[in-house]
């Protein structure tokens, strides 16, 4: 019998800005070993800029990383703030081009 390959990619996935304060004498790090624990979470960034980490979160539909968001995330201690972005489409992922443009040929317009 032959074993057939299972899509096991997620329906929905978000890349989540997290401010965080960072605890005294080792920063960043317990909280983002809290966070980065939990099963929803694909990965993991300590980034510079506006806010703290970078979160990327895979699930079945929207409800279910909203509910992560709110249950889990932004409700932990020295969470300050979280800005959530769904992806919509990609274009590119990991170095390979997912879809090739479209050979459109359209009427040259001159005026």
Do not use: W
Not at 26 to 45: H, L, T
Not at 69 to 84: H, I, P, W, Y
């Amino acid at each position: 019998m032959r074993k057939t390959a299972v899509n096991t990619a997620a329906a929905v996935s978000a890349l989540i800005e997290v401010s965080i304060t960072p605890q005294k004498d080792v920063g960043f790090d317990n909280i983002a070993e809290r966070i980065y624990r939990f099963p929803e979470v694909k990965s993991c960034y300590l980034v510079s800029g506006g806010y703290d980490l970078l979160v990327v979160v895979d699930g079945d539909n929207i409800q279910i990383i909203a509910e992560f968001v709110a249950a889990k995330l932004s409700s932990m201690q020295n969470v300050r703030q979280t800005t959530t972005h769904f992806l919509l489409k990609k274009y590119k992922e990991e170095g390979q081009i997912l879809k090739q443009p479209r050979d459109e040929k359209r009427q040259n317009i001159s005026y």
